[in-house]
């Protein structure tokens, strides 16, 4: 509620609040990092998965939710799927801002808000 603090970032609601090291929004139950990320000398602009963590090429991630695969043959890519070796595209169509080899599927685009970074 403090004017220093920056609205969620998922539903713009500038009822933030601090808890311990993260920022928390009540109206959608909404958690991540207080920290800015550092500026870079680049007009990239930052891309983050679905938790906050910055994203960056050739990241390993999984995903944090079933996907459903239109086109070629279809199906579905499960939950944890391992994805390794991504490459960012933040002019990508649709919200789609990776550019990733999944396995059994081939070459696709994933949006970030799908994937988590692997530490």
């Known amino acids: 509620m403090s004017d220093s603090l920056p609205p ?5 609601e500038s009822y933030t609040y601090e808890q311990g ?3 928390v929004c009540p109206m959608c139950g ?3 990092s207080g920290e800015q990320p550092e500026a870079s000398d680049s007009e990239e602009p930052v891309i983050r998965d679905a938790v906050g963590n910055v994203l960056s090429d050739g990241d390993t991630v999984t995903l944090v939710k079933t996907v459903k695969v239109s086109g070629g ?3 579905t890519v499960k939950i ?9 595209n933040a002019g990508g169509v649709g919200g789609h801002d990776i550019d990733a080899r999944v396995p059994g599927f081939g ?3 994933l949006k970030s808000s799908v994937v988590k970074r692997v530490n």
């Open 107 to 109: 070459n696709m685009q």
């Open 21 to 23: 090291a993260l920022l």
């Open 80 to 88: 944890g799927t391992k994805v390794t070796g991504i490459r960012l």
């Open 30 to 32: 909404h958690e991540w």
């Open 73 to 75: 043959g279809g199906g």
């Open 8 to 12: 969620c970032p998922e539903c713009a």
